[in-house]
C-alpha cells in the first residue's frame, strides 16, 4: 500500500474541514513557500517537540495544550509576524464576504532538522462580524493565536454526542486581542468560535491532524450552540448541522 506523505494527507484533511472556495489557491498562489537566512525560533521547536511527544503518547492532548498555550504566552507576537512573514501573507488574502481566509504557512525549521515538521501551520484572515464557525474536531489538536484585531472567542467542552446533536458546556467567552492563544483538543474545550470584532483580523494556527493514526479523522463537527436547547447545570443540547447551514447562521454578523 502507497504510503501517503503526512503534508499531502494534512492538506486533504483540511479541505475536508473546509469549502472548495475557502481554499482557492491555498496550496499555489496562496501558499508561502521560502527559506528564511534566520535563526530559528526556539519556540518552533518547541512546538514541535510537544507535538512529537503527543503524537507517541509521552504527554497527553490535555499537557500538550498546557504547553503550547504556556509557550506562547511568553513568546513576542513581533517575533511571531516576523517568523511567518507576516506582511507577504496580508497582501495574499483573498477577503470572504462569510467565510474566513486561510493561507499555508511554512515555518522554518532549525539546523539539523530534517523532514516534515509534526503539526501544520495556517494564516487565517477575518473581516468584522466574519467568524470561523462554532464547531469541534475529533482525533485533532489545534491552536489559534491572534496576531492583529480582535476577536470574540469562545470554547465549549463537549459533555456527549449523538447522530444529531452535541451535549456541550460554555467554558469560556472573551475578546481575545493579539499575543491571545487558545487550544483545543479531545480531551479539554474541545469546541470553537471565533468572530472578528474589529475592521480585520489576523490569527496564526497550528493543527494537529489525525493525532492518533489507528483512529479516523472526521474534520469539522458543525453545532448551533445560541439555537441549542438549554439543560440544568449550564449545558446546552445543540444540533449538528452542515457546513452551509453553519456558514449561513454564524458566518456574518
Known amino acids: ?76 507576537v513581533a517575533d511571531v509576524v516576523k517568523a511567518i512573514d507576516y506582511d507577504r501573507l496580508v497582501k495574499r488574502v483573498r477577503w470572504r464576504e462569510r467565510h474566513e481566509s486561510v493561507l499555508e504557512v511554512d515555518l522554518p525549521k532549525r539546523e539539523g532538522m530534517t523532514g516534515e515538521l509534526s503539526f501544520d501551520s495556517f494564516f487565517y484572515a477575518m473581516k468584522e462580524g466574519v467568524a470561523i464557525v462554532p464547531h469541534g474536531h475529533q482525533n485533532m489538536a489545534t491552536m489559534h493565536m491572534v496576531l492583529a484585531g480582535k476577536a470574540e472567542a469562545r470554547h465549549y467542552d463537549r459533555v456527549s454526542s449523538d447522530d444529531e446533536h452535541l451535549i456541550i458546556k460554555p467554558v469560556s467567552e472573551v475578546v481575545a486581542g493579539p499575543g491571545h492563544a487558545s487550544t483545543i483538543s479531545d480531551e479539554n474545550t474541545n469546541i470553537h468560535w471565533f468572530k472578528a470584532v474589529t475592521d480585520a483580523v489576523f490569527m496564526f494556527n497550528i493543527g494537529v491532524f489525525q493525532i492518533d493514526q489507528r483512529k479516523s479523522f472526521t474534520g469539522r463537527e458543525y453545532v448551533d450552540p445560541l439555537g441549542g436547547q438549554k439543560l440544568e447545570g449550564g449545558l446546552i443540547r445543540a444540533r449538528r448541522m452542515t457546513d452551509e447551514q453553519a456558514y449561513r447562521l454564524y458566518g456574518k454578523t
Open 1 to 76: 500500500m502507497e504510503t501517503i506523505p503526512r503534508r499531502t494527507f494534512a492538506l486533504d484533511l483540511l479541505g475536508s474541514l473546509l469549502t472548495a472556495s475557502l481554499l482557492t489557491g491555498l496550496s499555489k498562489a496562496g501558499a508561502l513557500s521560502r527559506t528564511i537566512g534566520v535563526a530559528v525560533r526556539p519556540w518552533v521547536a518547541e512546538m514541535e517537540r510537544l507535538t512529537k511527544a503527543m503524537r507517541t503518547g509521552a504527554i497527553s492532548q490535555r499537557e500538550w495544550q498546557q504547553g503550547i498555550e504556556e509557550l506562547l504566552s511568553g513568546v513576542d
